[in-house]
């Protein structure tokens, strides 16, 4: 028997990847069906052809298909599937907040992973250089089932690009709403009390511990 196992994420498709994770969230599973319907769902084989498989083979496949999933995944602006050229919004900045509301929504779970890739990635349009603009959004609705036969590479890739910038742009905001409090305190503290310097000072230190 010829066994095709994943060598790495290129290699392992969106709906394969979801296909486990569906299978993780089922701890009433027995440990060894699921490990058969592991390598059941990597390798594209059916479950009784997978039974026939020696055991120490099996937990080989396992260690192989594990070993894949540890390596970093970079953030793929661009890729082509069957002929088409899909791109990453170009800028996040200029996110619409339908766009932002749908991959936020999408990206929480993972049975609408490929509907977040939907959202992220579109067919490119014209492409100069590094420059590139994609079609317009009108739902996830036309390519969803299409991001399922996708590289989970490029989903995990996009996926930490994502909520890494959201996290980064959550922080700056926090950090400036901090600063506008800070300054408030020491107008309404000047205000109060003439000797400036010295409530300045006592809002330093407190600041600096905080």
């Given at each position: ?92 900045e200029d996110i619409t907040a339908g766009e932002h ?110």
């Amino acid at each position: 028997m010829t066994i095709k196992i994943p060598e790495n994420l290129n290699e392992v498709r969106l709906e394969q990847y979801q296909e486990y994770l569906k299978l993780t969230n089922r701890p009433d599973l027995n440990e060894d069906y699921a490990k058969l319907k592991a390598v059941s769902i990597f390798c594209d084989l059916d479950l009784e052809t997978v039974r026939k498989i020696k055991l120490n083979d099996i937990n080989e496949i396992l260690e192989q298909i594990d070993s894949v999933f540890k390596v970093a995944t970079p953030h793929l602006k661009r890729f082509k599937h069957k002929g088409v050229e899909y791109g990453f919004i170009p800028n996040l900045e200029d996110i619409t907040a339908g766009e932002h509301i749908d991959a936020e929504k999408y990206l929480s779970d993972f049975k609408t992973f490929h509907k977040a890739m939907a959202v992220l990635y579109r067919p490119v349009i014209t492409s100069f250089n590094n420059m590139y603009t994609i079609e317009k959004y009108n739902g996830s609705e036309a390519y969803s089932e299409i991001m399922k036969e996708v590289s989970v590479e490029v989903y995990l890739g996009a996926y930490l690009f994502f909520w890494n910038l959201a996290s980064e742009l959550i922080l700056d905001m926090k950090t400036s709403s901090q600063t506008q409090e800070i300054q408030q305190a020491v107008k309404k503290a000047l205000e109060k009390n003439g000797d400036g310097t010295q409530v300045y000072t006592q809002l330093q230190k407190g600041m600096s511990l905080n």
